[in-house]
């Protein structure tokens, strides 16, 4: 979900990337031809970030780090520019925490009608091993 929402801005700003623009400067990594904002990357990143900070604190701080460093290098080995990775990341984010917010409820309720299912209540009881 979040990369196919940057598909769109990025196509709609269409800025080029670093050594499109500065054709002498160090790559360290294959040139492609799509745009540089926001970094498909850096999005990708920032979503699994955010997914992960929702389910676990310790998880999505670990996942944060990563995502940072992971965005870090982006700029480093020539592929895009700070703003890219930045934008990236927020833009990631957003998505999941925009994501979550609709689904929460449905989701919620779709769980609490499941559990009242009486095969739900037979997989999910204690076998009579465990007592």
């Known amino acids: 979900m979040a990369v196919g929402a940057n598909q769109p801005v990025a196509a709609l700003v269409a800025e080029a990337r670093p050594y499109a623009t500065h054709p002498s400067v160090l790559v360290l990594v294959d ?14 990143a920032g979503a699994a970030a955010m997914g992960l ?13 990563a995502a940072v460093l992971m965005a870090a290098v982006r700029v480093y080995v020539g592929a895009h520019y700070p703003l890219d990775v930045v934008a990236g990341l927020a833009l990631g984010a957003v998505v999941v925490v925009v994501g979550w917010l609709l ?24 076998s009579a091993l465990e007592a």
């Open 31 to 44: 040139r492609s031809t799509d745009w540089s904002f926001p970094s498909d990357h850096s999005v990708m």
């Open 53 to 65: 900070l929702l389910v676990s604190r310790r998880l999505g701080a670990v996942a944060a780090v």
């Open 103 to 126: 689904v929460r409820r449905p989701l919620t309720c779709l769980v609490h009608r499941g559990r009242a299912l009486p095969v739900v209540d037979r997989v999910l009881a204690p």
